[in-house]
């Protein structure tokens, strides 16, 4: 086995427990809960638990010239070493790589790398050396919404609390899939909830909307020509200083991948494959295009383009283009007469 560039963290746990390991893996994504996760298991199961047996490395200090001997080095307890390394910057990942190429020529089975990085840190191993194990790549970002309502039963199991059907749809939505999030939030619901079951108003409460949620449920009112509903979701989110500069960009990426899902042909999957997001973000965006025609969608999406060039040429205030693409997608909309 040398590359497969398609492992998920659900197949982490069995791929080391095999102990067919690599030399290098890069574990990547969006979702820290797993990230976290994911490095614990080869703490667990490879370092055994043993803190001598564990280097962490800091990617704002460490001097790239001494990564190979920290690779060469072997366990002070036997077994085998694990060394972490958190990359978050373009041209330290390069670096990296450069050592990497070198060191798979010859690599050191006593001590394995672990990097961990929101995006992966190549799309090519072919520079690397084919005939031993050497790079992997781990995908963590979020899971299939299957995979998330599994974890959350299984959570909630294993602390004795229950939660009604509608407050779990509820909680994913809310935190997009994060399991991240979704293990912070269930924790705060069952310390208010006490014994009793965790009800939908319970999530409307306590757990506090994701941005891409809130942009769901914009694009969502917008679909309904609901304008009292989308002014009060726009109003609250322009309110928010950190949220107002994300609006506008977020609302044409929502149209771009509501039309784009409405003319092609192809699957979620393929769709999701395409535009690098989650499938059920992509389901998300077929029920939403449903609410418009694609003669709709294509205006909306042709508006977006010239707003955005307007912004950039200072012919429109931004906050005034956010407000005025809202209000022509809101008397556009051939059922706003009903609301």
Not at 48 to 72: G, H, M, R
Not at 177 to 193: H, P, Q, T, V
Not at 278 to 302: G, R
Request: aromatic share 10%; with cysteine.
């Amino acid at each position: 086995m040398w590359y497969n560039k398609n492992m998920k963290f659900v197949d982490l746990k069995k791929h080391i427990i095999s102990k067919n390991l690599y030399c290098c893996y890069n574990l990547f994504g969006d979702d820290n809960f797993l990230l976290n996760s994911a490095e614990n298991m080869f703490f667990n199961y490879v370092a055994q638990n043993v803190e001598l047996n564990k280097t962490v490395l800091s990617a704002d200090n460490f001097d790239i010239k001494t990564l190979p001997a920290i690779l060469n080095s072997i366990s002070f307890m036997g077994g085998t070493k694990v060394t972490y390394l958190r990359l978050d910057d373009d041209q330290k990942s390069k670096d990296v790589l450069a050592v990497l190429k070198t060191y798979s020529k010859s690599p050191n089975t006593q001590n394995i790398l672990i990097i961990t990085s929101p995006t992966a840190i190549t799309d090519s191993v072919e520079a690397f050396n084919k005939t031993a194990n050497c790079f992997e790549l781990v995908d963590c970002n979020r899971l299939t919404e299957q995979y998330v309502y599994g974890w959350i039963n299984s959570e909630l199991k294993g602390k004795n609390a229950t939660m009604d059907t509608q407050a779990k749809q509820l909680l994913v939505s809310y935190t997009n899939g994060y399991l991240s999030r979704i293990a912070m939030e269930i924790d705060k619901l069952m310390a208010y909830c006490g014994e009793k079951t965790i009800m939908p108003d319970d999530v409307k409460l306590l757990v506090q909307k994701e941005l891409e949620y809130k942009v769901f449920e914009l694009t969502e009112s917008l679909g309904e020509a609901n304008s009292k509903k989308t002014f009060e979701i726009l109003d609250d989110m322009m309110s928010d200083k950190k949220v107002a500069p994300s609006v506008l960009p977020l609302i044409q990426s929502a149209f771009r991948r509501m039309f784009f899902s409405a003319i092609t042909p192809k699957t979620n999957a393929e769709i999701a494959t395409e535009l690098g997001v989650k499938e059920f973000a992509v389901k998300k965006a077929k029920d939403s295009a449903k609410m418009f025609t694609k003669i709709e969608l294509k205006q909306i999406v042709d508006i977006c383009n010239d707003l955005d060039y307007k912004i950039k040429s200072s012919q429109i205030d931004y906050k005034n283009a956010v407000y005025y693409l809202v209000s022509f997608i809101l008397t556009n909309n051939k059922k706003t007469s009903q609301n």
